[in-house]
């Protein structure tokens, strides 16, 4: 998929409060080099990146209060993740609003990233790599394509799978 423009933006200390209260995250477990943000890639997200990969595996939350949080503040999902280094990423989105504590595959919430770290200036080399749902038993790779140009579309491509409605 090619998302449409992107864009992202510091996040309000509201939004900062509300999201690390309920992921009961501290000023300490963020990682610096990524500063919190909304960012949208066809949707609003707020994301918060983390300097350790087993925080983000720990992520835990109440859903009726997720899903409160994420209404207040507009966004579908509240994205963790981790610089495992420049070009990878394992990622969580926690997607009360949808009703599930977390979404396994997010091709709006990857687009929306990969604008923020573009726009940031981070080395991509033209691609990044999201690994998503991997701590819930659901592995998918997203893999994004990008230009230099700020704010400009993304291109989202992965897997899916098929899941069976019961009968």
Sequence with gaps: MTSPP???RAITKDEARDTMELLSLKNDDL???????????GSDHI?????????LAEMAYDLDEGRDVMRQHGVVTIMLVHAGDDRAFPVGNAFASGGVLEDPATGAAAAAFTGYLRDLGWPH???FTIRQGDDMGAPSVIEVGLS???GSPVHVSGNARLIQADR
């Design 6 to 8: 992107t864009e992202s």
């Design 31 to 41: 990682d610096p080099r990524l500063p919190p943000a909304r960012i949208h890639g």
């Design 47 to 55: 994301m918060l990146a983390i300097h350790d990969r087993a925080r």
């Design 125 to 127: 080399g033209g691609s």
């Design 148 to 150: 230099d140009e700020v």
